[in-house]
Protein backbone atom coordinates (compact mmCIF):
# COMPACT_ATOMS: atom_id res chain seq x y z
CA UNK A 1 0.00 0.00 0.00
CA UNK A 2 1.32 3.52 -1.18
CA UNK A 3 -0.11 6.89 -1.28
CA UNK A 4 1.33 9.12 -4.20
CA UNK A 5 1.64 12.84 -3.77
CA UNK A 6 2.24 15.12 -6.87
CA UNK A 7 3.39 18.74 -5.67
CA UNK A 8 2.91 21.85 -7.74
CA UNK A 9 5.56 24.70 -6.74
CA UNK A 10 9.14 24.24 -5.43
CA UNK A 11 10.05 27.83 -4.36
CA UNK A 12 11.25 28.22 -0.63
CA UNK A 13 8.67 25.93 1.04
CA UNK A 14 8.34 23.57 -2.17
CA UNK A 15 12.21 22.74 -1.59
CA UNK A 16 11.67 21.63 2.37
CA UNK A 17 9.23 19.88 1.31
CA UNK A 18 10.41 17.57 -1.08
CA UNK A 19 13.43 17.22 1.04
CA UNK A 20 11.32 16.36 4.48
CA UNK A 21 9.26 13.38 2.00
CA UNK A 22 12.86 11.89 0.57
CA UNK A 23 15.16 12.65 3.48
CA UNK A 24 12.41 11.55 6.07
CA UNK A 25 10.60 8.84 4.43
CA UNK A 26 11.18 5.81 6.58
CA UNK A 27 10.48 7.42 9.90
CA UNK A 28 6.86 8.71 8.02
CA UNK A 29 6.58 5.43 6.85
CA UNK A 30 6.87 4.27 10.24
CA UNK A 31 4.42 6.51 11.72
CA UNK A 32 1.75 5.70 9.20
CA UNK A 33 2.11 2.41 8.32
CA UNK A 34 2.45 2.56 4.67
CA UNK A 35 4.68 4.52 2.40
CA UNK A 36 4.36 7.94 0.96
CA UNK A 37 5.66 9.05 -2.04
CA UNK A 38 6.39 11.64 -3.92
CA UNK A 39 5.29 11.20 -7.37
CA UNK A 40 5.67 13.96 -9.58
CA UNK A 41 6.63 17.68 -8.77
CA UNK A 42 5.76 20.65 -11.74
CA UNK A 43 7.71 23.86 -11.33
CA UNK A 44 8.69 26.66 -13.53
CA UNK A 45 12.22 26.51 -11.91
CA UNK A 46 13.66 23.93 -9.65
CA UNK A 47 17.06 24.72 -7.89
CA UNK A 48 19.68 21.89 -8.35
CA UNK A 49 20.18 20.55 -4.98
CA UNK A 50 15.94 19.64 -5.13
CA UNK A 51 16.44 18.38 -8.53
CA UNK A 52 18.38 15.56 -7.46
CA UNK A 53 16.35 14.58 -4.86
CA UNK A 54 13.16 14.29 -7.51
CA UNK A 55 15.21 13.11 -10.40
CA UNK A 56 12.87 11.13 -12.75
CA UNK A 57 9.81 12.25 -11.29
CA UNK A 58 9.99 16.05 -12.64
CA UNK A 59 6.73 16.37 -14.54
CA UNK A 60 6.18 18.96 -17.37
CA UNK A 61 2.98 19.86 -17.31
CA UNK A 62 0.55 20.53 -14.15
CA UNK A 63 -2.18 18.21 -16.23
CA UNK A 64 0.16 14.98 -15.18
CA UNK A 65 -0.28 15.47 -11.77
CA UNK A 66 -4.00 15.27 -12.04
CA UNK A 67 -3.11 11.63 -13.57
CA UNK A 68 -5.32 8.90 -11.70
CA UNK A 69 -2.05 7.53 -9.55
CA UNK A 70 -2.01 10.81 -7.60
CA UNK A 71 -3.48 10.97 -4.37
CA UNK A 72 -2.86 13.94 -3.06
CA UNK A 73 -2.14 17.19 -4.52
CA UNK A 74 -0.07 19.58 -2.82
CA UNK A 75 -0.70 23.56 -3.74
CA UNK A 76 2.53 25.61 -3.47
CA UNK A 77 2.46 28.50 -6.07
CA UNK A 78 1.27 31.06 -4.25
CA UNK A 79 -1.05 33.68 -5.92
CA UNK A 80 -4.76 33.67 -6.07
CA UNK A 81 -6.10 33.23 -9.71
CA UNK A 82 -3.82 29.84 -11.77
CA UNK A 83 -3.68 28.47 -8.13
CA UNK A 84 -7.82 28.59 -7.36
CA UNK A 85 -8.12 26.79 -10.92
CA UNK A 86 -5.97 24.26 -10.18
CA UNK A 87 -6.92 23.49 -6.93
CA UNK A 88 -10.66 22.93 -8.50
CA UNK A 89 -9.73 21.26 -10.87
CA UNK A 90 -7.74 18.51 -8.73
CA UNK A 91 -10.94 18.66 -6.50
CA UNK A 92 -13.03 17.65 -9.37
CA UNK A 93 -10.86 15.16 -9.91
CA UNK A 94 -11.14 13.70 -6.99
CA UNK A 95 -7.86 14.76 -5.82
CA UNK A 96 -7.34 15.95 -1.69
CA UNK A 97 -5.06 18.75 -1.79
CA UNK A 98 -2.96 20.60 1.16
CA UNK A 99 -2.02 23.97 0.48
CA UNK A 100 -0.37 27.00 2.39
CA UNK A 101 -2.20 29.48 0.49
CA UNK A 102 -3.30 32.18 2.82
CA UNK A 103 -4.30 35.19 0.43
CA UNK A 104 -6.63 32.05 -1.63
CA UNK A 105 -8.38 30.55 1.30
CA UNK A 106 -9.10 34.08 2.84
CA UNK A 107 -10.65 35.05 -0.25
CA UNK A 108 -12.18 31.67 -1.67
CA UNK A 109 -11.65 29.58 1.68
CA UNK A 110 -15.76 28.45 1.26
CA UNK A 111 -16.07 27.71 -2.44
CA UNK A 112 -13.29 25.29 -2.17
CA UNK A 113 -14.04 23.55 0.71
CA UNK A 114 -17.80 23.80 -0.42
CA UNK A 115 -16.66 22.07 -3.40
CA UNK A 116 -14.31 19.52 -1.61
CA UNK A 117 -16.99 18.51 0.44
CA UNK A 118 -19.22 17.54 -2.69
CA UNK A 119 -16.41 15.32 -4.06
CA UNK A 120 -15.80 13.94 -0.79
CA UNK A 121 -12.22 15.10 0.01
CA UNK A 122 -9.74 16.76 1.85
CA UNK A 123 -8.01 19.75 1.82
CA UNK A 124 -5.45 20.47 4.62
CA UNK A 125 -4.00 24.15 4.96
CA UNK A 126 -2.38 23.97 8.38
CA UNK A 127 0.87 25.88 6.66
CA UNK A 128 -1.79 28.98 5.72
CA UNK A 129 -1.71 30.47 9.21
CA UNK A 130 1.80 31.06 11.25
CA UNK A 131 3.72 28.28 9.60
CA UNK A 132 5.49 25.57 11.56
CA UNK A 133 2.39 26.61 14.58
CA UNK A 134 -0.28 23.71 14.43
CA UNK A 135 -2.85 26.34 14.85
CA UNK A 136 -5.37 25.06 12.78
CA UNK A 137 -5.08 21.67 14.25
CA UNK A 138 -5.38 23.13 17.62
CA UNK A 139 -8.86 24.71 16.57
CA UNK A 140 -10.45 22.10 14.70
CA UNK A 141 -9.73 18.98 17.09
CA UNK A 142 -7.78 20.21 20.34
CA UNK A 143 -10.24 22.96 21.20
CA UNK A 144 -13.61 21.31 19.20
CA UNK A 145 -15.35 21.14 22.27
CA UNK A 146 -15.01 24.76 23.79
CA UNK A 147 -16.48 28.24 23.03
CA UNK A 148 -13.72 30.09 21.17
CA UNK A 149 -13.79 33.56 23.38
CA UNK A 150 -11.05 34.98 21.52
CA UNK A 151 -7.75 35.10 19.25
CA UNK A 152 -5.08 37.63 19.81
CA UNK A 153 -1.71 36.66 18.22
CA UNK A 154 1.49 37.48 16.28
CA UNK A 155 1.08 36.25 12.61
CA UNK A 156 3.54 38.28 10.69
CA UNK A 157 7.31 37.49 11.83
CA UNK A 158 8.72 40.22 9.12
CA UNK A 159 6.82 43.09 11.31
CA UNK A 160 7.55 41.45 14.78
CA UNK A 161 10.99 41.36 13.76
CA UNK A 162 10.92 44.93 12.50
CA UNK A 163 9.73 46.13 15.38
CA UNK A 164 11.77 43.92 17.75
CA UNK A 165 15.06 45.50 16.46
CA UNK A 166 13.96 48.77 16.51
CA UNK A 167 13.32 48.49 19.97
CA UNK A 168 16.36 46.53 21.07
CA UNK A 169 19.13 48.22 18.90
CA UNK A 170 17.46 51.70 18.14
CA UNK A 171 17.04 51.44 15.16
CA UNK A 172 14.44 53.21 12.63
CA UNK A 173 11.92 52.06 10.78
CA UNK A 174 13.82 52.00 7.41
CA UNK A 175 17.00 50.85 8.89
CA UNK A 176 15.22 47.57 10.72
CA UNK A 177 13.09 46.94 7.64
CA UNK A 178 16.53 46.36 5.26
CA UNK A 179 18.34 44.36 7.98
CA UNK A 180 15.12 42.10 7.66
CA UNK A 181 15.43 42.03 3.89
CA UNK A 182 19.37 41.13 4.42
CA UNK A 183 18.67 38.30 6.79
CA UNK A 184 16.07 36.63 4.55
CA UNK A 185 12.90 37.70 7.04
CA UNK A 186 11.85 40.17 4.29
CA UNK A 187 10.50 40.22 0.88
CA UNK A 188 11.83 42.51 -1.51
CA UNK A 189 8.56 44.14 -1.87
CA UNK A 190 7.44 44.25 1.96
CA UNK A 191 4.29 45.72 1.21
CA UNK A 192 2.04 42.80 2.27
CA UNK A 193 3.69 42.74 5.51
CA UNK A 194 4.32 45.99 6.79
CA UNK A 195 0.91 47.24 5.73
CA UNK A 196 -0.56 44.49 7.64
CA UNK A 197 -2.08 42.38 4.49
CA UNK A 198 -0.37 38.59 5.22
CA UNK A 199 -1.89 39.65 8.74
CA UNK A 200 -5.12 39.68 7.81
CA UNK A 201 -5.52 36.98 5.42
CA UNK A 202 -4.63 34.48 8.69
CA UNK A 203 -7.07 36.25 11.00
CA UNK A 204 -9.68 35.85 8.30
CA UNK A 205 -9.16 32.18 8.13
CA UNK A 206 -8.71 31.82 12.26
CA UNK A 207 -12.05 33.86 12.64
CA UNK A 208 -13.83 31.40 10.00
CA UNK A 209 -13.04 28.25 11.63
CA UNK A 210 -12.99 29.89 14.92
CA UNK A 211 -16.76 30.97 15.12
CA UNK A 212 -18.20 29.11 11.67
CA UNK A 213 -18.08 31.78 9.57
CA UNK A 214 -17.03 32.54 6.42
CA UNK A 215 -15.18 35.58 7.09
CA UNK A 216 -12.95 37.23 3.97
CA UNK A 217 -10.50 39.47 4.28
CA UNK A 218 -11.87 42.58 2.82
CA UNK A 219 -13.87 41.89 6.19
CA UNK A 220 -10.29 42.61 8.03
CA UNK A 221 -9.90 46.13 9.73
CA UNK A 222 -6.49 46.25 8.65
CA UNK A 223 -3.45 49.04 9.64
CA UNK A 224 0.42 48.58 9.46
CA UNK A 225 3.40 49.21 10.96
CA UNK A 226 4.83 52.23 8.59
CA UNK A 227 4.09 54.92 11.02
CA UNK A 228 5.43 53.43 14.40
CA UNK A 229 8.81 55.15 14.73
CA UNK A 230 11.74 54.51 18.09
CA UNK A 231 9.91 57.49 19.59
CA UNK A 232 6.37 55.42 20.10
CA UNK A 233 8.24 52.50 20.55
CA UNK A 234 10.26 54.43 23.86
CA UNK A 235 7.20 56.35 24.90
CA UNK A 236 5.21 52.64 25.16
CA UNK A 237 7.71 51.47 27.54
CA UNK A 238 7.94 54.08 29.67
CA UNK A 239 3.92 53.54 30.00
CA UNK A 240 4.18 50.28 30.87
CA UNK A 241 3.92 48.44 27.22
CA UNK A 242 5.46 46.84 24.22
CA UNK A 243 4.08 48.11 20.52
CA UNK A 244 2.84 44.87 18.41
CA UNK A 245 1.31 43.95 15.22
CA UNK A 246 -1.54 41.81 16.71
CA UNK A 247 -4.45 40.47 14.41
CA UNK A 248 -7.53 39.90 17.05
CA UNK A 249 -10.61 38.69 16.64
CA UNK A 250 -13.65 37.60 18.63
CA UNK A 251 -17.51 36.92 18.88
CA UNK A 252 -19.74 39.50 20.67
CA UNK A 253 -23.49 39.35 20.58
CA UNK A 254 -23.95 38.45 17.20
CA UNK A 255 -20.81 40.26 15.39
CA UNK A 256 -17.46 39.08 14.57
CA UNK A 257 -14.66 41.84 15.56
CA UNK A 258 -11.83 40.72 13.21
CA UNK A 259 -9.09 43.03 12.94
CA UNK A 260 -5.41 43.74 12.23
CA UNK A 261 -3.46 46.93 13.94
CA UNK A 262 -0.51 48.26 15.93
CA UNK A 263 -1.60 47.33 19.83
CA UNK A 264 0.14 48.27 23.07
CA UNK A 265 0.54 45.36 24.98
CA UNK A 266 1.33 45.54 29.12
CA UNK A 267 5.02 44.06 29.16
CA UNK A 268 4.03 41.04 31.22
CA UNK A 269 1.99 39.76 28.11
CA UNK A 270 3.62 37.09 26.25
CA UNK A 271 2.62 38.78 23.25
CA UNK A 272 4.89 41.37 24.34
CA UNK A 273 7.85 39.34 25.39
CA UNK A 274 7.48 37.47 21.80
CA UNK A 275 10.81 38.70 19.69
CA UNK A 276 12.22 38.48 16.74
CA UNK A 277 10.64 36.89 13.81
CA UNK A 278 8.94 34.40 16.09
CA UNK A 279 5.09 34.19 16.18
CA UNK A 280 2.79 34.07 19.02
CA UNK A 281 -1.14 33.07 19.35
CA UNK A 282 -3.48 33.18 22.34
CA UNK A 283 -6.40 31.32 22.31
CA UNK A 284 -8.99 32.23 25.22
CA UNK A 285 -11.57 29.53 25.49
CA UNK A 286 -14.44 29.20 27.86
CA UNK A 287 -13.54 26.08 29.62
CA UNK A 288 -9.64 25.84 29.55
CA UNK A 289 -8.98 29.82 29.88
CA UNK A 290 -6.38 30.43 27.38
CA UNK A 291 -3.69 28.16 25.02
CA UNK A 292 -0.44 30.08 23.77
CA UNK A 293 1.24 28.80 20.91
CA UNK A 294 4.87 30.14 20.00
CA UNK A 295 7.20 29.31 16.96
CA UNK A 296 8.55 30.20 13.80
CA UNK A 297 5.58 31.76 11.73
CA UNK A 298 7.63 31.09 8.55
CA UNK A 299 10.85 29.44 6.72
CA UNK A 300 11.63 26.82 4.74
CA UNK A 301 11.26 23.93 6.94
CA UNK A 302 8.89 24.78 9.86
CA UNK A 303 6.11 25.75 6.73
CA UNK A 304 7.29 22.54 5.07
CA UNK A 305 6.42 20.40 8.37
CA UNK A 306 3.35 21.64 8.32
CA UNK A 307 2.39 20.75 4.94
CA UNK A 308 4.01 17.28 5.50
CA UNK A 309 2.02 17.09 8.72
CA UNK A 310 -1.29 17.38 6.27
CA UNK A 311 -0.42 15.38 3.61
CA UNK A 312 0.26 12.59 6.44
CA UNK A 313 -3.17 13.49 7.93
CA UNK A 314 -5.18 12.72 4.60
CA UNK A 315 -2.88 9.97 3.57
CA UNK A 316 -4.27 8.10 7.06
CA UNK A 317 -7.87 9.24 5.93
CA UNK A 318 -7.38 8.07 2.50
CA UNK A 319 -6.09 4.43 3.62
CA UNK A 320 -8.84 4.10 6.41
CA UNK A 321 -11.65 5.28 4.08
CA UNK A 322 -12.35 8.18 6.41
CA UNK A 323 -12.07 11.33 4.51
CA UNK A 324 -13.92 14.47 5.65
CA UNK A 325 -13.65 12.79 9.08
CA UNK A 326 -12.91 16.60 10.63
CA UNK A 327 -15.01 19.01 9.12
CA UNK A 328 -13.20 21.20 6.91
CA UNK A 329 -14.16 24.82 8.31
CA UNK A 330 -14.03 23.11 11.85
CA UNK A 331 -18.24 23.39 11.85
CA UNK A 332 -19.71 21.48 9.35
CA UNK A 333 -21.31 23.42 6.69
CA UNK A 334 -24.71 23.53 7.90
CA UNK A 335 -23.80 25.40 10.88
CA UNK A 336 -21.71 27.87 9.24
CA UNK A 337 -23.03 31.24 8.27
CA UNK A 338 -22.08 35.21 7.44
CA UNK A 339 -22.31 36.79 10.80
CA UNK A 340 -21.89 41.22 10.50
CA UNK A 341 -18.37 42.14 11.10
CA UNK A 342 -18.11 44.84 14.17
CA UNK A 343 -17.27 47.87 12.97
CA UNK A 344 -13.99 49.63 14.16
CA UNK A 345 -15.39 52.74 14.86
CA UNK A 346 -17.49 50.93 17.81
CA UNK A 347 -14.34 49.78 19.34
CA UNK A 348 -13.91 51.10 23.41
CA UNK A 349 -10.61 50.77 24.85
CA UNK A 350 -7.94 53.41 25.75
CA UNK A 351 -5.91 54.87 23.07
CA UNK A 352 -2.37 56.03 22.60
CA UNK A 353 -2.05 59.35 20.48
CA UNK A 354 1.19 61.17 19.06
CA UNK A 355 0.56 64.61 18.33
CA UNK A 356 3.26 66.89 16.49
CA UNK A 357 3.06 69.88 17.69
CA UNK A 358 4.41 73.44 18.00
CA UNK A 359 5.94 74.47 21.46
CA UNK A 360 4.00 77.02 22.33
CA UNK A 361 2.01 77.36 25.41
CA UNK A 362 -1.73 76.57 25.48
CA UNK A 363 -1.67 73.58 23.05
CA UNK A 364 -2.14 71.29 25.64
CA UNK A 365 -5.06 73.04 26.92
CA UNK A 366 -6.76 73.37 23.81
CA UNK A 367 -6.13 69.56 22.40
CA UNK A 368 -7.97 68.50 26.11
CA UNK A 369 -10.68 70.62 25.66
CA UNK A 370 -11.56 68.85 22.18
CA UNK A 371 -11.10 65.62 24.01
CA UNK A 372 -12.91 66.70 26.75
CA UNK A 373 -15.98 67.72 24.54
CA UNK A 374 -16.04 64.20 23.14
CA UNK A 375 -15.92 62.82 26.60
CA UNK A 376 -12.40 61.27 25.88
CA UNK A 377 -10.47 61.85 29.63
CA UNK A 378 -7.23 61.57 29.67
CA UNK A 379 -4.82 59.04 31.55
CA UNK A 380 -1.56 60.42 31.49
CA UNK A 381 0.38 63.24 29.29
CA UNK A 382 3.63 63.11 28.25
CA UNK A 383 5.85 66.67 27.11
CA UNK A 384 9.13 65.82 26.28
CA UNK A 385 11.82 69.13 27.19
CA UNK A 386 13.08 69.80 23.38
CA UNK A 387 14.64 72.78 21.58
CA UNK A 388 12.47 72.43 18.85
CA UNK A 389 9.40 74.61 16.78
CA UNK A 390 8.02 70.88 16.53
CA UNK A 391 7.85 68.33 19.37
CA UNK A 392 5.93 65.02 20.17
CA UNK A 393 3.22 65.22 22.58
CA UNK A 394 1.74 61.76 23.92
CA UNK A 395 -1.57 61.41 25.06
CA UNK A 396 -2.97 58.27 26.70
CA UNK A 397 -6.51 58.02 27.64
CA UNK A 398 -8.87 55.99 29.33
CA UNK A 399 -10.81 54.05 27.90
CA UNK A 400 -13.35 55.89 24.70
CA UNK A 401 -15.06 54.95 21.95
CA UNK A 402 -13.31 55.02 18.79
CA UNK A 403 -15.78 57.07 16.49
CA UNK A 404 -15.57 59.83 19.53
CA UNK A 405 -11.64 59.80 19.36
CA UNK A 406 -11.83 59.62 15.24
CA UNK A 407 -14.42 62.96 15.59
CA UNK A 408 -12.21 64.67 18.19
CA UNK A 409 -8.79 64.30 16.08
CA UNK A 410 -10.68 65.35 12.90
CA UNK A 411 -11.03 68.80 14.80
CA UNK A 412 -7.62 69.14 16.47
CA UNK A 413 -6.03 67.82 13.20
CA UNK A 414 -6.90 71.00 11.56
CA UNK A 415 -5.31 73.18 13.99
CA UNK A 416 -2.17 75.47 12.46
CA UNK A 417 -0.23 73.97 15.86
CA UNK A 418 -0.78 70.62 14.59
CA UNK A 419 1.72 69.44 11.84
CA UNK A 420 0.77 65.94 10.38
CA UNK A 421 -1.91 63.11 11.49
CA UNK A 422 -2.15 61.95 14.66
CA UNK A 423 -0.58 58.73 15.61
CA UNK A 424 -3.13 56.73 17.07
CA UNK A 425 -2.64 53.41 18.97
CA UNK A 426 -4.83 51.06 20.47
CA UNK A 427 -4.06 50.21 23.76
CA UNK A 428 -4.88 46.43 25.01
CA UNK A 429 -5.11 46.90 28.97
CA UNK A 430 -6.70 43.35 29.44
Sequence with gaps: MAINVGLIGAGTVGSGVVKILTQNSEIIKKRLGFELVLKKVYAKSIKDEVKNLVEGKIANSFDELLSDDIDIIVELIGGIDAAKDFILSAIDKKKSVVTANKALLAEYGYEIFSKAFENKVDVGYEAS???????????????????????????????????????????????????????????????????????????????????????????????GIKRISLLDLKFADELGYRIKLLGITSLTDGKIDVRVHPTMVKKGDILAKTEGEFNAIKVKTDMDDETIYIGKGAGSLPTASAVVADIMDIARNINNKTNLRVPLMAFPFNYVKKRPIKNIDDLEMSYYLRFTVKDQAGVLSKIAGILGEFDISIKSVIQPNRDEAWVPLIVFTHTAKESAIKQALSIIEKFNFVKEPVLLVRVDDE
Aim: aromatic share 8%.
Design 129 to 223: VAGGIPIIKAIKESLAANNIISIKAIVNGTCNYILSEMFNNEMSFDDALKDAQKKGFAEADPTFDIEGIDSAHKMAILSSISFGDNVKVADVYTE
